[in-house]
């Protein structure tokens, strides 16, 4: 089982990004999908997560209005659209699918993770 996160990047404040994670050896279409991010020095948390039919999404309160998460299970992949992009959003965001079909905020209702990309944003 992989899941796979190309993009992030640097971009200026005001800016926009949109990260993909593509997953491989399981049917994640069955299961919700989450973004959660990791900014230096601090711990891992959640930022947005959507149900395995789309019906269902979460967002952190400091994301909620400014990201979009949304998915393609014909393609097996999670998107998460970032607008307006602030310098605390700097982070790595990590993509996670669940071992639930209905989405959750916690860390542990994941089972498995990508990698990780970085995003950062300047000021």
């Known amino acids: 089982v992989q899941l796979v996160e190309p993009g992030g990047g640097l971009v200026q404040a005001g800016g926009f990004l949109r990260l993909s994670c593509a997953g491989s050896?399981?049917?994640?279409?069955?299961?919700?999908m989450g973004w959660f991010r990791q900014p230096p020095s601090k711990d891992r948390e959640f930022a947005a997560a959507i149900s395995w039919n789309t019906a269902i999404t979460y967002y952190a309160d400091s994301v909620k209005g400014r990201f979009t998460i949304s998915r393609d299970n014909a393609k097996n992949t999670v998107y998460l659209q970032m607008n307006s992009l602030k310098p605390e959003d700097t982070a790595v965001y990590y993509c996670?699918?669940?071992?639930?079909?209905?989405?959750?905020?916690?860390?542990?209702?994941?089972?498995?993770w990508g990698q990780g990309t970085q995003v950062t944003v300047s000021s």
């Open positions: 996670a699918s669940s071992h639930i079909d209905y989405p959750t905020q916690q860390v542990g209702g994941y089972n498995y």
């Open positions: 050896g399981r049917t994640f279409s069955r299961f919700a």
